[in-house]
């Protein structure tokens, strides 16, 4: 990038760039966009809740446990995607060395390993009156524990290594080399699943699902993501304070609250 | 550079054949655990095989490709190597390959003699032996990345195994189907080129991932 | 009030629906939680730091 002149529009681009990664500025239009993210997300959440659990009618098959897929499914969706933006954020520290995209990084690492575990154990709650057992090797619950293990890898050597930039550097690495993989993990698991339970439904996939369904679970989904984005940048701006104590505006800020 | 970096490494190996010959011990052991602790009966070994022998090949290649950079990490020669050369990815990709040429080829010529112990037929012990000879060069090219990010920790052990395991899942997938596939005396080229496109894919990135992490250890 | 025992039963699922609830909006009040924690942690901690600081440049003003 550096040995050849770049044009105007991309010197631009880079500018900007490097404003919005600048932890300062990130702090300050965060701070404002919270509020906001936290009643919308709160919001559609509610929504979600109270129409899964009072106003869906009865799935002819699986009676009211058909409720949990309304918190199921959105938190298989975002903690695959939450890996998917993790990775995002990888490759943007590797390609920019922009300091924002490591505290993104850091920061989405435990709450995507969260919900990860929430897909993961409401899944089994489900799997219980569906099939009459805690577990089964589903192909959507399998994959999700091996998103799981993906998650604890990258917490885990975030914790194991001391020097902060060569961490970032390796856990957006391992990002990156685990979200090619993420694909093929998820169509081998599917295939694998279709060889060894040919008859038996998996969680939640119906040919067709009538509106009253899937409209309040396009709202949950919706809040999930919101919910994610919120917890995600909460998580990033205090990591900015940790990480930034020496600056005078973090200092000002400490004295004055 | 990277015949040379295969040629030093073999020789450091043959001066301390420990280094090859233990991954293989334990893989014979590991594998002879689950007739002791499962049941000795044929029908249930014949069912298991292609599993305990697959999962074994898996936890020896583990076992040692933590050590792939860690050595070299210790003495300098790591650093030395690349102040001299420009060619980290060359150098990477020798001391993949002679960690597969001193674990995963081994484990190929050994593992038909484990499937007959484990009462796998012969079409299947073939389908054991294909698979392993595609599949244990993914294992090492996947476990070199691990390795890469974590030879500079001091307890990067049991770490490797937890970055590295759940990338080798589809290749577990792929590599029993193929032998549960032969061994039932179907055909089993379409998995056979299942895990030719994992090699060839793997093949492609993890040697410049792992001298990414190569460099970004170095760093620290 | 049977209305409100048909609706906590769920017809016999009740147990599993509101224990899969519970248990999300557990882990969501954790994470919820814990940045507040963390960034009263972290303030104080800096607090602390910058008085420290201030401290020995104090003693030598006066």
Redesign the interface.
């Known amino acids: 990038m550096r040995f050849f002149s770049l044009p105007d529009y991309q010197l631009i681009m880079l500018n900007w760039f490097h404003r919005l990664g600048a932890p300062r500025s990130f702090y300050e239009i965060s701070g404002r966009l919270l509020p906001v993210l936290w009643v919308l997300s709160g919001l559609s959440i509610l929504t979600g809740v109270i129409w899964s659990l009072g106003f869906v009618p009865e799935d002819y098959q699986q009676g009211n446990s058909v409720r949990i897929m309304y918190i199921h499914v959105p938190a298989a969706i975002v903690a695959q995607s939450g890996y998917a933006m993790m990775a995002v954020a990888g490759a943007v520290f ?1 390609i920019w060395r922009i300091k924002i995209a490591d505290v993104a990084l850091q920061c989405a690492a435990p709450i995507g390993a969260s919900i990860t575990f929430l897909a993961l154990v409401t899944g089994a709650i489900w799997g219980k009156p569906t099939w009459g057992t805690w577990w089964v090797w589903d192909a959507r619950l399998t994959s999700t524990l ?1 998103l799981l ?2 998650y ?2 990258i917490i ?2 975030r914790s ?4 902060r ?2 961490a970032g ?2 856990t957006a ?2 990002a ?3 979200v ?2 993420l694909p ?2 998820k ?3 599917d ?2 699943f279709t ?1 060894h339970q040919p008859s038996s439904f998996s969680l939640g996939e119906k040919p067709a699902m009538p509106a009253e369904m899937w409209i309040p679970l396009l709202v949950m989904v919706l809040g999930y993501y919101l919910f994610f984005f919120t917890l995600w940048a909460t998580r990033m701006r205090v990591e900015i304070l940790n990480r930034e104590f020496r600056t005078d505006w973090v200092q000002r800020l400490v004295v004055g609250s | 550079m990277f015949l040379k970096t295969i040629r030093r490494d073999l020789a450091v190996v043959f001066r301390s054949p420990a280094e090859v010959i233990n991954p293989l011990i334990f893989f014979v052991i590991v594998i002879t655990l689950f007739p002791l602790g499962i049941s000795p009966s044929e029908a249930v070994l014949r069912e298991i095989a292609p599993g305990v022998i697959w999962v074994a090949a898996l936890l020896a290649t583990l076992l040692s490709v933590e050590v792939m950079f860690r050595g070299d990490f210790e003495d300098g020669s790591l650093e030395q190597m690349l102040l001299n050369e420009r060619s980290l990815v060359s150098i990477v990709g020798g001391k993949i390959a002679s960690h597969w040429l001193m674990t995963g080829l081994p484990l190929t010529i050994l593992s038909p003699m484990l499937a007959l112990m484990l009462f796998v037929n012969p079409e299947g012990i073939r389908a054991i032996f294909f698979s392993l000879l595609l599949g244990t060069p993914i294992l090492s090219l996947l476990g070199a ?1 691990g390795a890469a ?2 030879f500079s ?1 001091r ?2 052990g049991v ?1 490797v195994s ?2 590295v ?3 080798y ?2 290749l577990l ?2 590599a029993t ?1 193929m032998v549960k596939a032969g061994a039932a005396g179907l055909d089993y080229t379409g998995y056979f080129y299942w895990l030719a496109a ?1 090699l060839s ?1 793997s093949l492609g ?1 993890a040697p410049l ?1 792992a001298s ?2 190569v460099k ?2 170095l ?2 | 009030m049977n209305n409100l025992t048909t609706f906590i039963e769920m017809g016999g699922h009740g147990l599993y629906i509101w224990s899969a609830y519970g248990i999300t909006a557990v882990v969501f009040a954790y994470n919820i939680v814990r940045p507040i924690l963390m960034r009263k942690e972290i303030i104080s901690a800096q607090r602390r730091l910058l008085q420290q600081q201030a401290k020995p440049a104090g003693k030598e003003n006066s």
């Open positions: 590797l091996v293990f993906l604890l890898g885990a050597l194991a290594m001391e020097n930039e060569s550097r390796a690495m391992l990156l080399v685990g090619v993989n093929i993990i169509y081998s698991v295939w694998w060889l | 990345i990010l974590t920790l307890r990067g770490l937890i970055l395991l759940p990338l899942v589809p997938i792929f189907e994992l894919l990135f991932a990414a992490g970004i250890s760093s620290q």
